[in-house]
């Protein structure tokens, strides 16, 4: 149980663009949603959690102009990257809290690698 | 602020050598989780164990065992035997609290390279 769904796996797409990554919650409902970024050989960075119905909180540093969170359900949560540039390409990765003793606490997607080009 | 620390940045061994992956925390709560992930080239996280804070017991499963001191706020991570598919990222983790807007915080990381 427990498992979030990340699409897309990798997406590459040209500079200006915006592309938009997705996340479900298959068999919960998720509250809240955690979107991080991994830049190779990096630690996972949070950039905003995710409320379902309200706006997101964004981490110090984060444009929320840029990474538009969507939440518009307890089992969807959409990243929009707008205007990607080459910088912007990085690992993103979706997480969400789970409650249940018997699992981990927080369950993550699978991750989008995204190439800026 | 919750602060995680795994000052090794690479270690690499030879297969069946045991290896101790460290982490160190900060954290005001009294209340907190811990947990340790693998993340193998393709990216995805994987969990290996959770522990709250109120309980010091170390755990052992299969290879792996862990060593949580609160008196030195580590929670340190073996690998008995290693095997080159034990190769990865590992991650230590905190979260403060509970509930579910709770956010995890990564330490940065220790690359494990097991060769044959």
């Known amino acids: 149980g427990a498992v979030v769904s990340q699409h897309p796996s990798w997406v590459i797409c040209k500079s200006g663009t915006s592309v938009k990554i997705e996340c479900r919650s298959l068999?919960?409902?998720?509250?809240?949603m955690f979107w991080y970024r991994q830049f190779p050989k990096q630690s996972l960075m949070l950039m905003a959690t995710?409320?379902?119905?309200?706006?997101?909180?964004?981490e110090q540093g984060v444009e929320k102009d840029k990474f538009l969170i969507n939440h518009a359900s307890l089992t969807l949560s959409t990243l929009t990257v707008t205007s990607a540039h080459p910088e912007d390409s990085s690992f993103y990765i979706c997480?969400?809290?789970?409650?249940?003793?018997?699992?981990?606490?927080?369950?993550f997607g699978s991750g989008t690698r995204l190439t800026v080009v | 602020a919750q602060k995680v620390t795994q000052a090794q940045t690479e270690i690499s061994v030879v297969e069946k050598e045991d290896v101790t992956l460290d982490c160190v925390y900060e954290?005001?709560?009294?209340?907190?989780?811990l947990f340790w992930y693998k993340q193998p080239p393709s990216g995805e996280l994987v969990f290996l164990i959770r522990?709250?804070?109120?309980?010091?017991q170390n755990e052992i499963s299969g290879r792996y065992s862990w060593n949580f001191q609160k008196s030195t706020s580590s929670f340190n991570f073996t690998i008995t035997a290693s095997q080159v598919v034990d190769s990865a990222v590992y991650f230590c983790?905190?979260?403060?609290?509970?509930?579910?807007?709770?956010?995890?915080?990564f330490g940065t990381g220790t690359r494990l390279q097991v060769t044959l």
């Open positions: 954290t005001r709560d009294t209340t907190y989780y």
């Open positions: 068999d919960f409902q998720a509250t809240t």
């Open positions: 522990r709250n804070s109120f309980d010091e």
């Open positions: 995710s409320n379902e119905g309200s706006k997101a909180t964004y």
């Open positions: 997480s969400a809290r789970v409650l249940e003793q018997a699992l981990p606490g927080y369950t």
């Open positions: 983790a905190l979260s403060e609290r509970t509930g579910t807007a709770s956010k995890l915080t």
